[in-house]
């Protein structure tokens, strides 16, 4: 059996890095979700564009919501990000067949991991992206 040895602390700059790395997607998040509950004419626009109903906008802004306040808990964190995954890939999806752009939920998605990743230990041991020595 193959032991392994823990990934080493990071730094303080990383640990910064990191916290504004989950920061921003968070923000968007829950900003995109509060958009859904106030529902101003915009998300009305948006959503009939995308070619959703309206009647979804409170359960994806419930969704949303959830999901964000999962991945924000250190001890939940990776099922929350792999809940964001799922939704932004419905968001890419959806991007995808109105022929809009998706590199920004992309984009979203691949800052999210890469935060959790420099923050979580767990996540640095469980893919290691050195070289067995």
Not at 24 to 39: C, G, H, N, T
Not at 76 to 91: R, S, V
Request: proline share 7%; hydrophobic share 50%; with cysteine.
């Amino acid at each position: 059996m193959e032991t392994t040895t823990p990934p080493a602390p990071i730094s303080k700059k990383l640990r910064w890095t990191s916290r504004v790395m989950i920061a921003l997607p968070a923000l968007m998040m829950l900003f995109s979700a509060a958009m859904k509950f106030a529902q101003p004419p915009e998300v009305a626009q948006g959503f009939e564009h995308l070619g959703w109903s309206m009647s979804l906008v409170n359960v994806l802004g419930v969704l949303q919501l959830v999901c964000t306040v999962i991945y924000l808990v250190p001890r939940t964190a990776i099922l929350g990000a792999i809940l964001l995954t799922g939704y932004l890939g419905g968001a890419i999806a959806t991007c995808v067949r109105v022929g809009d752009a998706y590199l920004p939920q992309v984009i979203m998605g691949v800052v999210l991991w890469g935060g959790l990743y420099l923050r979580d230990s767990r996540l640095r041991a469980l893919i290691p992206f050195t070289k067995a020595g």
